[in-house]
């Protein structure tokens, strides 16, 4: 899936939001895709909401963003979370605002080296969203997600790697292939397992340590009923490539 407004650095609008969740939901069902890539357009990975669709008469009652969040964004961070295959979002260039809250909602999130994330939410007067809060702080602590969120300072893709806010950085150069070969790459592995490490890990921060090895229990209950795990074993067992077929 590719962001395509490279004209105004993918800024999202209205259009893309219904386009970007529609296309998200398409997936969940189609047994044929097995991993999911999501990048931009040009020379950004996106530049957040469209302030275009912002700028109203001073006189004018302002937009219930609360609301545009509930029925724009919210949905689309949730399907993407909520969706049973990986989701690689290869960040190719700048993702501010929105945008990099989008792409942090994502599974493996991977980005050019000359790339950059910004919380740039601060210099319109709002917080960050599409579980910006959330996500920040899961994965880069309080300190470092309060200094990202009240600043609004960039980071670039590699100290966003160091941080671990992002999986990995690639060069410029690599970036397209490598991003590429990373989805390849999940689009191979069992596809049952994909989605129970996707759910379990999601639901560990809200779980005791108790709870959560209760779940590991059930879900590799559900994982050692498939084809994919006998496969596996034979695989391993045979020194050769197991060929997950499950769906």
Same mark, same amino acid.
């Given at each position: 899936?590719?962001?395509?407004?490279?004209?105004?650095?993918?800024?999202?609008?209205?259009?893309?939001?219904?386009?970007?969740?529609?296309?998200?939901?398409?997936?969940?069902?189609?047994?044929?895709?097995?991993?999911?890539? /999501?990048?931009?357009?040009?020379?950004?990975?996106?530049?957040?909401?469209?302030?275009?669709?912002?700028n109203l008469p001073r006189q004018q009652t302002p937009i219930d963003l609360g609301d545009s969040l509930r029925r724009g964004y919210n949905?689309?961070?949730?399907? /993407?979370?909520?969706?049973?295959?990986?989701?690689? +979002?290869?960040?190719?260039?700048?993702?501010?605002?929105?945008?990099?809250?989008?792409?942090?909602? +994502?599974?493996?999130?991977?980005?050019?080296?000359?790339?950059?994330?910004?919380? @740039?939410?601060?210099? /319109?007067?709002?917080?960050?969203?599409?579980?910006?809060?959330?996500?920040?702080?899961?994965?880069?602590?309080?300190?470092?997600?309060?200094?990202?969120?009240?600043?609004?300072?960039? /980071?670039?893709?590699?100290?966003?790697?160091?941080?671990?806010?992002?999986?990995? +950085?690639?060069?410029?150069?690599?970036?397209?292939?490598? @991003?590429?070969?990373?989805?390849?790459?999940?689009?191979?592995?069992?596809?049952r397992a994909l989605s129970a490490i996707k759910t379990a890990i999601t639901k560990a921060p809200e779980n005791t340590f108790e709870e959560?090895?209760?779940?590991?229990?059930?879900?590799?209950?559900? +994982?050692?009923?498939? @084809?994919?795990?006998?496969?596996?074993?034979?695989?391993?067992?045979?020194?050769?490539?197991?060929?997950?077929?499950?769906?």
């Amino acid at each position: 899936m590719t962001l395509n407004r490279p004209d105004r650095l993918n800024s999202i609008n209205a259009i893309m939001r219904r386009e970007l969740l529609s296309a998200i939901q398409a997936v969940a069902d189609d047994t044929d895709v097995r991993a999911v890539l /999501i990048t931009g357009a040009g020379r950004a990975f996106s530049a957040g909401q469209d302030l275009g669709e912002r700028n109203l008469p001073r006189q004018q009652t302002p937009i219930d963003l609360g609301d545009s969040l509930r029925r724009g964004y919210n949905p689309i961070a949730t399907a /993407i979370r909520n969706l049973p295959k990986p989701v690689v +979002c290869a960040v190719n260039g700048v993702a501010a605002g929105a945008g990099a809250n989008l792409a942090l909602a +994502c599974d493996l999130v991977v980005a050019k080296r000359s790339a950059r994330f910004i919380q @740039s939410f601060i210099n /319109i007067g709002l917080i960050p969203d599409c579980g910006g809060t959330w996500t920040l702080a899961h994965k880069v602590g309080q300190a470092r997600a309060t200094g990202l969120a009240m600043t609004g300072e960039a /980071i670039h893709a590699e100290q966003a790697a160091d941080w671990g806010l992002i999986w990995r +950085c690639y060069s410029d150069e690599s970036f397209g292939q490598a @991003s590429l070969e990373l989805a390849l790459a999940l689009s191979q592995k069992p596809a049952r397992a994909l989605s129970a490490i996707k759910t379990a890990i999601t639901k560990a921060p809200e779980n005791t340590f108790e709870e959560q090895l209760a779940l590991e229990a059930e879900y590799q209950k559900y +994982c050692g009923e498939s @084809s994919d795990y006998r496969e596996g074993v034979r695989a391993f067992l045979e020194k050769r490539s197991p060929v997950f077929k499950d769906r």
